[in-house]
């Protein structure tokens, strides 16, 4: 069982950067792949970014490519989305999840561990 805790979200104007940071806490977060999620009022939760349990393969939605970056530190139990010059159409709830195996993932059907979320709100 893997508890996840996101921070970081808040109200920002377009252009401006935020950094999510996701605390696992339970079984051992470095031997879980990893990946971030989002859900705008009325829409389905979309796949935002993905990372394999050591870093090493990482993979974006279109929507992210250029602007976000997904790291994480294995020895802090954390890991990060780094969100560079956002956009009114990034509002969202952004959500954690993880799950066993070593690659990355991208639906989320794949995930087994969610966190309750952090909003982000970028006005413009």
């Known amino acids: 069982q893997v508890q996840l805790v996101e921070s970081g979200g808040g109200m920002v104007q377009a252009g401006d950067s935020l950094r999510l940071s996701c605390a696992a806490s339970?079984?051992?977060?470095?031997?879980?792949?990893m990946g971030w999620f989002r859900q705008a009022p009325g829409q389905e939760r979309e796949f935002v970014a993905a990372?394999?349990?050591?870093?090493?393969?990482?993979y974006y939605a279109d929507s992210a490519k250029g602007r976000f970056t997904i790291s994480r530190d294995n020895a802090k139990n954390t890991g990060y989305l780094q969100m560079n010059n956002l956009k009114p159409e990034d509002t969202a709830v952004y959500y954690c999840?993880?799950?066993?195996?070593?690659?990355?993932?991208?639906?989320?059907?794949?995930?087994?561990?969610w966190g309750q979320g952090t909003q982000v709100t970028v006005s413009s």
């Open positions: 339970g079984r051992t977060f470095s031997s879980y792949a």
């Open positions: 999840a993880c799950r066993g195996g070593s690659y990355y993932y991208t639906s989320a059907h794949d995930y087994d561990y």
């Open positions: 990372l394999s349990w050591n870093g090493g393969i990482m």
